[in-house]
């Protein structure tokens, strides 16, 4: 929740090639106070089978930017592996493991305002937007 001092965030993943929610992937959050200020971990969490990740925490006050960190690569791994024992002769592109194994995505924020910010995914591909 955004106070008039802090900023607000939230996330969701949508697997465009699956069209539905990415459930399972670790999403960390970092803060820092400036340009130049060094990042803080602030915590995380992991998205649930909606594709959200509601245990977000606050950003501090003073926050300036924020970074959300996307561990993708099990999530895909996972996904490889349930698809190859389902359809064995359906096996992937001949791509070497995964292509983005993590994405981060960095912005700007103002105290009092909220942040959603959902990730499109696919394996060889992804999209961000400032939500609502």
């Not at 649930?48 to 950003?59: H, I, M, N, Q, S």
């Amino acid at each position: 929740m955004s106070t008039e001092t802090t900023a607000s965030v939230s996330t969701h993943i949508l697997d465009t090639s699956a069209g539905r929610p990415a459930g399972g992937v670790a999403v960390r959050l970092f803060a820092r106070s400036g340009r130049g200020a060094d990042w803080r971990a602030l915590g995380g969490g992991t998205t649930d089978a909606a594709g959200r990740c509601k245990d977000l925490p606050a950003p501090p006050e003073g926050t300036t930017h924020v970074r959300l960190d996307f561990a993708v690569e099990a999530y895909f791994e996972k996904k490889q592996a349930d698809a190859q024992q389902d359809a064995p002769a359906n096996r992937d592109s001949g791509a070497a493991g995964v292509f983005f194994p993590e994405v981060a995505i960095t912005f700007t924020v103002v105290p009092g305002e909220h942040y959603h910010v959902p990730l499109l995914l696919n394996p060889f591909g992804y999209s961000v937007y400032r939500g609502s």
